[in-house]
T-cell receptor, first 114, second 113 residues
Framework: GENVGLHLPTLSVQEGDNSIINCAYS??????FIWYKQESGKGPQFIID?????DKRQGQRVTVLLNKTVKHLSLQIAATQPGDSAVYFC?????????????FGKGTHLIIQP | DAGITQSPRHKVTETGTPVTLRCHQT?????MYWYRQDPGHGLRLIHY???????DKGEVSDGYSVSRSKTEDFLLTLESATSSQTSVYFC????????????FGDGTRLSIL
């Protein structure tokens, strides 16, 4: 919703620069991770996912890096554009969980400066 | 996401009234979820469904009930709305229980006065 960006960490980057958004996940048994983008007034939108048997996965202008040693996930956005302004959050799937397995982070608000 | 429709998109109601939110999907996904999103809390799971007439509680289920009589529809009911239930509610679906992304609707903004 409109207030989803409040109280969140903010990352401000210049248009055309690369952005790196970080996420520390909580459970060492998690084996699947997702990045979502949420624009104001809209629902979370799937961007990219990665399984724990991979360290890196690339999509169109986005790359996700996974460091299982320190339980860290990052999303790199190349050549950021005004349309990239949004809240980004990660989700983890705990391998011991059931159908309710996704746990969501609170997110980072990415602001693109012209 | 295409294929997930939430209704209504906005609703204002009074404390003590019953409220039902609807989620309709055309993806034929087995799993459906209801979340609420509040500033400072992120997405919190209310209830979820793993098939027709199969539902279970999530993290914040008190004061909410759900029903799923058809694959495509998942209803969330607030039996007697309270001001603490003012929030944005999101429905999500997934094709599988594990290692699958959940896809979200655009939400219902609910205000309880």
């Amino acid at each position: 919703g409109e207030n989803v960006g409040l109280h969140l960490p903010t990352l401000s980057v210049q248009e055309g620069d690369n952005s790196i958004i970080n996420c520390a996940y909580s459970n060492s048994a998690s084996d699947y991770f997702i990045w979502y983008k949420q624009e104001s007034g809209k629902g979370p939108q799937f961007i990219i996912d990665i399984r724990s048997n991979m360290d890196k996965r690339q999509g169109q202008r986005v790359t996700v890096l996974l460091n299982k040693t320190v339980k860290h996930l990052s999303l790199q956005i190349a050549a950021t554009q005004p349309g990239d302004s949004a809240v980004y959050f990660c989700a983890e799937d705990f391998s011991g969980g059931g159908a309710d397995g996704l746990t969501f982070g609170k997110g980072t608000h990415l602001i693109i400066q012209p | 996401d295409a294929g997930i429709t939430q209704s209504p998109r906005h609703k204002v109601t009074e404390t003590g009234t019953p409220v039902t939110l609807r989620c309709h999907q055309t993806e034929n996904h087995r799993y459906m979820y209801w979340y609420r999103q509040d500033p400072g809390h992120g997405l919190r799971l209310i209830h979820y469904s793993y098939g027709v007439k199969d539902t279970d509680k999530g993290e914040v289920s008190d004061g909410y009930s759900v029903s799923r009589s058809k694959t495509e529809d998942f209803l969330l009911t607030l039996e007697s709305a309270t001001s603490s239930q003012t929030s944005v509610y999101f429905c999500a679906t997934a094709g599988g229980a594990r290692n699958q992304p959940q896809h979200f609707g655009d939400g219902t903004r609910l205000s309880i006065l």
